[in-house]
């Protein structure tokens, strides 16, 4: 997987198990798959080494070693819901510290009207919300939700949904 600086810059690469264990500054993208006023969100499956059974409203993962967060995004996407084709809008980069994990966020949004085929070993369920409903289940300080994906999405709502 690629490594990066405190800054954002890549500076190198290293394995996931030596980036989780020392806390290494990281990469993932963080896509935003919209349908009108609604949201995509998913469960990850119980058996993911990072966050399992968490909800999430954003697909995506870790940058690879020679991948650009794009490439990532596109990756990501196919792989998890098997949507291709579709442009990606870049939104933001955020950078978080949760609990030691080190990483910055490259967010971009699709709009998706079409089927959504879950990946299996990563996704238990997927279904549309929308964004009034996101709010309200983040709102439940007892609904498991990924740490770096609140953070994205409080940074969306901040940017996009609340000027």
Do not use: N
């Amino acid at each position: 997987m690629a490594m990066y600086s405190a800054e954002g810059e890549v500076v190198g690469s290293t394995t996931r198990r030596r980036m989780r264990a020392e806390g290494l500054w990281h990469a993932a993208s963080a896509i935003l798959v919209r349908s009108g006023d609604r949201v995509y969100v998913h469960r990850r499956t119980d058996d993911k080494d990072v966050f399992p059974g968490m909800h999430d409203c954003w697909a995506g993962g870790v940058v690879a070693a020679g991948e650009t967060p794009w490439d990532c995004a596109e990756r990501e996407l196919a792989e998890e819901l098997g949507i291709t084709g579709v442009p990606l809008v870049p939104l933001f980069t955020a950078s978080a510290d949760v609990d030691g994990t080190r990483i910055h966020l490259f967010a971009h949004e699709v709009w998706w009207d079409g089927d959504i085929v879950l990946q299996e070993s990563e996704i238990a369920w997927g279904g549309w919300m929308t964004f009034a409903e996101l709010r309200s289940k983040l709102a439940d300080p007892s609904w498991p939700f990924v740490p770096d994906g609140r953070i994205a999405i409080e940074e969306f709502f901040r940017r996009e949904l609340d000027r």
